[in-house]
């Protein structure tokens, strides 16, 4: 991530937990797809102000965050199974298929680059190994001309109000395993998608 970008969620920590109120209903669906699976390796890119660490009931959890005010925050959940650094998604300094499972909770549309994101995703992912991926997605309704009109405000808060995951050419070395939607009018999706 850029250093601009750096700086702001870590201004932007102190708010944090006004944003995190309205996304846990969404990251409470993922908790419980997670929990179901075997223990195994689990990264988590973007752990933000860690709010949710508490929910993972297995595996040996790695956090990575770029943002050191975000990690301080989340260093107050850490438990003997969770590791937390400070570390660039876009630029792992982990070996090659390290992880079982890895998560992109809010991250992929707020990223810089969500290529290099997906491309390190997949390098450190085990074969057959699962991604999960929580995020807005631009419908194909009228709520995307919505999406369209805030492109120019989203800006200023490093996001992209309009975002379409099958716009990422990275993403087709993954297949799409299951599709979760949070009703009809939501905005957010919990996609799940296997290392091919």
Same mark, same amino acid.
């Given at each position: ?30 908790f ?6 075997p223990?195994?390796q ?6 933000g ?13 790695t956090?990575?965050?770029?943002s050191f005010?975000m990690?301080n ?11 937390l650094?400070?570390?660039n ?20 549309a ?15 992912? =085990?074969p057959?190994?699962?991604?999960? %991926? ?8 009228? /709520?995307?001309?919505?999406? !369209? &009109? ?5 800006k ?8 379409h995951?099958?716009?990422l050419?990275?993403?087709? =070395?993954f297949?799409?395993?299951?599709? %979760?939607s ?7 999706? /919990?996609?799940?998608?296997k !290392? &091919?």
């Amino acid at each position: 991530m850029s250093k601009q970008t750096d700086n702001f969620y870590n201004h932007f920590s102190f708010f944090y937990p006004v944003v995190d109120l309205f996304l846990k209903p969404q990251k409470h669906k993922l908790f419980q797809e997670i929990n179901k699976l075997p223990d195994g390796q689990l990264l988590e890119i973007g752990v933000g102000n860690g709010s949710h660490l508490k929910l993972y009931k297995k595996h040996q959890v790695t956090g990575v965050d770029t943002s050191f005010s975000m990690l301080n925050i989340a260093k107050k959940q850490q438990t003997a199974h969770i590791q937390l650094l400070q570390m660039n998604g876009e630029a792992l300094l982990f070996p090659d298929q390290t992880f079982d499972y890895i998560i992109l909770s809010h991250v992929i549309a707020v990223v810089d680059a969500p290529e290099k994101v997906l491309a390190e995703t997949y390098r450190v992912l =085990k074969p057959n190994g699962q991604i999960f %991926i929580l995020n807005h997605f631009t419908p194909n309704n009228w /709520l995307r001309h919505i999406d !369209k &009109a805030f492109q120019l405000f989203s800006k200023a808060f490093h996001f992209k109000s309009e975002f379409h995951i099958n716009s990422l050419t990275t993403i087709k =070395k993954f297949r799409l395993l299951r599709e %979760i939607s949070f009703g009809q009018f939501s905005y957010f999706k /919990l996609l799940i998608y296997k !290392k &091919a």
